[in-house]
């Protein structure tokens, strides 16, 4: 549209404000645009829960492409402080607002689920941060209630939007998703950059006295109760089993989401997994070197930390092209239609369609994450069933898939 | 008669914590006589064995079985212990129960899993000890051990890791709290009334609707989820009533519980029951921003035939 031809923002306030009625009005969410259409302009009243660490940054990821005003910050470091108006220490307080549309969640990862799934019975939005979940019963638990719901799950990685726009990875999603491959040869290894050291937790730590500004019981929610001792907080809290899955679960499902994207990996799971560690201890997350994980088509997910034992060499990285077709399917494939690309947050919210990184994505993402976790921890090769999502004939290995939560707190 | 062995010197097989290795080799640069004295027991990351190794000294031990377990707990201590310097023995005895975890190994499990559960109660035992074996327990324990933690659901302490053992086991674990229950103060009475609702034992239908009209929330929420679990139809009235909380977290949670039942209701053929529910909620959630609950039941109304 020409400059002249359009009214400009600011001599539309001028002629408003001279004609008497540029006060501002706050508009009803659904009443601008009609039923299930959230116009640009409307101002949706969002929630930070969790705000430490990545707190913040989040919270703006869930304002991209949407006007989100921040009415409620929650954090269990507030106590005694919290005005229980825009600051408070327990989220339950905060999703009783029925002002809040939107909520950023970022705490450490054992709250994760609990959290998302209250909101969205509480029927907001959600963006919450990676790792999705703990362990494998959260995630379906979070994908049950985005779908009974209808509310929108976008998990806080990112990487499946710039494959979307590969045409290269386009074409590797169309072929695997084509069902036109008739053997899959994948072989997809990532190594490094899991923060493995970095994030194990400390042994022969001796419990401290509680600070008085941190509710330690909030803290510690649904995970087993145990001594405070700092480093269980404010990031180093990744290197316990308790809240989060040491570097594994920090880093891997950055690296997972594209690769889920790219080769259809959304709706499965792997099927056989085996880890090459060493004994993992009760408490922290430790040591480990590599983890094979197997797909019911043939496809091999390779995790390698590159910080213990010996590198993962069975075969060599491989990926999928068209020439992997038969001549007559590859003409088959030119006539399947792209993917649709995977919708932002703010698309998703607008159109109320599943986002791209919807709970039943991100939740496949990291269920990888923890049948990696578990093959480390029980130190034994697991066999997965990916449709009733439990440990075939290891009842031990199961037991960390659906682990209790501590009362009041249950899925 | 189980072979003597020395259960200290394996547990020392262990390996070093990241901080003493970095003062090993500091100390390997340092001239005679100046040399500093190497930490003991620093609070730092732990590095691992090789698991051949560690699958060595677990056979080791378990050739010397239950001693040899007993003897491993023994050197586990009180962190307010001036003795306190768990790491090693901590990791051995949690490395020793996942191995036993193996295939073929069904009675060195039963053997070890019987050694925790014989501290579990005992005074002279600290909280501490009895909390690690109950996490060891949850992993490990089967039937046998239940009566041992069952034992532990009035310890206002202990029966979180107690129930959380319980329901990771399940066999056998209903009759535990439903023995504790009379007993159960406080926190203890939560945890039992939500750990019969996480088996849904149907045994407990009363007791579930009695904690919906408790004065707590989370009792209440914990009969609801009760009710839930064991599909009581004969509840839904109470269930409804519950459902009309004024605060929104406890209205929005016991409408989805209602929502889960109901659904599960249907699934079972029993559409009538779940119209019901699904008729409530949709004629009781007039205020816009319960819509997505009004068209969500309205949406099931209209689509199922009855």
Redesign the interface.
């Known amino acids: 549209m020409k400059r002249n031809n359009r009214i400009a923002r600011r001599d539309f306030l001028k002629q408003t404000i001279a004609a008497g009625i540029g006060s501002i009005m706050i508009v009803p969410r659904n009443v601008i645009g009609g039923e299930g259409y959230v116009p640009p302009s409307e101002t949706l009243g969002g929630a930070l829960i969790g705000c430490g660490g990545r707190g913040p940054g989040t919270f703006g990821e869930m304002q991209k492409g949407l006007n989100v005003v921040q009415l409620a910050r929650c954090d269990v470091r507030w106590k005694g402080k919290a005005d229980n108006k825009t600051t408070y220490t327990d989220f339950r307080y905060v999703l009783d607002r029925k002002d809040i549309d939107v909520v950023a969640i970022a705490t450490p990862p054992h709250w994760h689920a609990l959290i998302s799934i209250a909101a969205m019975e509480a029927g907001k939005d959600v963006l919450c941060e990676k790792p999705m979940t703990r362990f494998i019963a959260e995630g379906r638990a979070v994908a049950e209630a985005e779908k009974r719901y209808g509310r929108i799950f976008q998990i806080g990685t990112f990487g499946r939007f710039n494959e979307a726009k590969d045409p290269k990875k386009v074409m590797i999603r169309k072929i695997m998703k084509s069902g036109l491959l008739k053997k899959c040869e994948v072989v997809i290894v990532r190594r490094g950059g899991f923060k493995v050291k970095e994030w194990s937790g400390l042994v022969n730590a001796k419990p401290q006295p509680v600070p008085p500004n941190l509710d330690w019981d909030m803290y510690v929610g649904p995970s087993p109760m145990k001594p405070y001792h700092p480093h269980r907080v404010g990031g180093t809290h990744r290197g316990y089993w308790d809240y989060e899955g040491g570097g594994l679960a920090d880093m891997a499902q950055h690296y997972l989401d594209p690769i889920t994207w790219t080769y259809g990996l959304d709706n499965t799971a792997p099927v056989e997994v085996e880890a090459h560690a060493p004994p993992a201890h009760p408490e922290v997350c430790g040591m480990w070197g590599w983890v094979e994980l197997k797909y019911e088509n043939g496809l091999t997910l390779v995790l390698d930390s590159a910080e213990w034992g010996d590198p993962w060499e069975k075969k060599k990285p491989r990926s999928v092209s068209i020439e992997d077709l038969v001549p007559e399917d590859r003409e088959k494939l030119k006539q399947l239609p792209d993917p649709e690309p995977p919708l932002t947050f703010a698309e998703a919210v607008k159109q109320r369609k599943p986002a791209g990184g919807n709970a039943e994505a991100a939740h496949r993402t990291i269920t990888i994450v923890h049948l990696a976790n578990i093959a480390i921890r029980t130190g034994r090769k697991i066999k997965f069933d990916p449709v009733k999502e439990v440990i075939i004939g290891d009842e031990e290995a199961n037991r960390l898939a659906y682990q209790p939560m501590r009362p009041p707190w249950h899925l | 008669m189980a072979e003597k062995i020395n259960v200290a010197e394996l547990v020392e097989k262990m390996p070093p914590?990241?901080k003493e290795l970095e003062a090993i080799e500091q100390a390997k640069k340092q001239p005679e006589g100046e040399k500093k004295p190497i930490p003991q027991?620093?609070?730092?990351?732990?590095?691992?064995?090789?698991?051949n190794v560690?699958a060595e000294i677990c056979e080791i031990l378990l050739k010397a079985a239950p001693e040899s377990v007993h003897e491993l707990i023994s050197m586990i201590k009180d962190?307010g212990s001036p003795e306190?310097?768990?790491?090693k023995a901590?990791?051995l005895t949690?490395?020793l129960a996942?191995?036993t975890?193996?295939a073929g190994k069904q009675e060195h499990r039963k053997t070890v899993a019987g050694v925790f559960a014989s501290y579990l109660g005992d005074s002279k035992t600290s909280e501490y000890v009895q909390g690690?074996l109950l996490?060891?327990l949850?992993?490990?324990g089967d039937r046998d051990v239940v009566a041992a933690l069952g034992k532990l659901l009035t310890n206002e302490k202990l029966c979180?890791?107690a129930?959380?053992a319980l329901?990771?086991i399940k066999d056998g674990a209903v009759q535990q709290f439903k023995t504790a229950l009379p007993g159960c103060k406080g926190?203890c009475r939560?945890?039992a009334i939500?750990?019969l609702?996480?088996l849904g034992d149907a045994e407990s239908a009363q007791t579930f609707r009695n904690a919906l009209k408790d004065e707590d929330m989370?009792i209440r929420?914990?009969g609801a989820?009760g009710i839930v679990k064991i599909a009581d139809v004969r509840a839904i009235p109470d269930l409804l009533k519950a459902a009309d909380a004024e605060?929104?977290?406890e209205r929005?949670?016991m409408?989805?519980l209602c929502?889960q039942l109901a659904?599960d209701l249907a699934a079972k053929g029993k559409k009538q029951e779940a119209a019901k529910i699904f008729t409530y909620l949709r004629d009781s959630r007039k205020?816009?921003?319960?819509?997505?609950?009004r068209?969500?039941a309205a949406k099931w109304l209209a689509s199922t035939v009855l």
């Open positions: 914590t990241d027991n620093p609070e730092s990351k732990f590095t691992g064995p090789d698991p560690a962190p306190f310097k768990n790491y901590e990791y949690h490395i996942v191995y975890g193996r690690f996490r060891q949850e992993r490990i979180d890791y129930a959380a329901i990771s926190r939560l945890v939500q750990s609702a996480a989370n929420l914990a989820w605060s929104h977290y929005s949670k409408a989805s929502i659904e205020d816009p921003k319960e819509k997505y609950i068209d969500l």
